[in-house]
């Protein structure tokens, strides 16, 4: 996996890093030529889904998972009318990046697979401010987070859920493993933006796959399509529903 030797520039007022103008390194150069590709979302035409990963360091087994199967979730959403998906990933002690909206399961895949995990804290606030500042501009169908750890106030990731809720995104959160800590705070922002929560078992790459297709398919066509996902008794899409209609 290639490696990113700049360090990471903190971004101002806690927001999320675009690409840079002048690239540093192969992921910021990928970044940018990713912009350069993505075309424009016809407008109603396709979901937009941003898929956030904590990458600090316990979670390479998961991100080399993630990049193998991120493809369902494309793979989902054509049957149902697309899907653009924008990486957020943080990891070290300050870097938080996000990519442009991607159409098109080889420039995800290719971006994450330049991208290595790094010794760090959780920054799942400035993921949730980053998800609603998308959808001040054009909305954003979910979030969807995967992570295993929670090392922030629970307070504040709860103001910030609430504000997400609030313009009707959903989080989906996936906790791999068995923190209590991360699960409480991951409970709490999935009632708090009417999302759901989920665990899956460490290296269960098989229960990520179905949460991830369940996630684009209600990003991509809404509780429709997530109804009809479990009615075909697709595991993932049963979890997520049982929950979301939950009062």
Not at 57 to 86: H, K, N, V, Y
Not at 95 to 120: H, K, T, V, W, Y
Not at 168 to 193: C, H, K, N, S, W
């Amino acid at each position: 996996m290639a490696k990113d030797p700049s360090p990471a520039t903190p971004a101002p007022s806690g927001r999320v890093e675009p690409a840079p103008a002048s690239p540093r390194s192969e992921v910021d150069a990928f970044l940018e030529r990713a912009r350069n590709l993505a075309p424009p979302i016809a407008a109603g035409g396709r979901g937009r889904l941003v898929f956030a990963l904590d990458a600090t360091m316990s979670r390479q087994p998961t991100w080399d998972e993630a990049c193998r199967l991120q493809a369902d979730m494309f793979q989902e959403a054509a049957a149902i009318g697309g899907l653009d998906i924008q990486l957020v990933y943080y990891r070290g002690l300050s870097e938080c990046r996000a990519s442009p909206f991607l159409s098109e399961a080889g420039q995800l895949r290719r971006l994450m697979e330049r991208i290595d995990c790094r010794g760090g804290h959780t920054q799942i606030r400035r993921i949730l401010a980053h998800a609603r500042r998308e959808t001040d501009g054009k909305k954003a169908q979910a979030l969807v987070f995967v992570g295993d750890a929670m090392e922030e106030s629970l307070d504040d990731l709860c103001a910030a859920a609430g504000e997400l809720g609030m313009l009707g995104v959903p989080a989906f959160m996936f906790q791999e493993g068995y923190d209590p800590v991360a699960e409480q705070a991951f409970r709490e922002i999935a009632r708090l933006t009417r999302g759901a929560y989920c665990r899956f078992d460490v290296g269960a790459a098989h229960q990520l796959r179905e949460l991830l297709r369940a996630a684009a398919a209600y990003a991509a066509g809404g509780m429709k399509a997530l109804t009809d996902l479990s009615a075909r008794r697709h595991a993932g899409a049963q979890r997520l529903l049982a929950q979301m209609r939950q009062p």
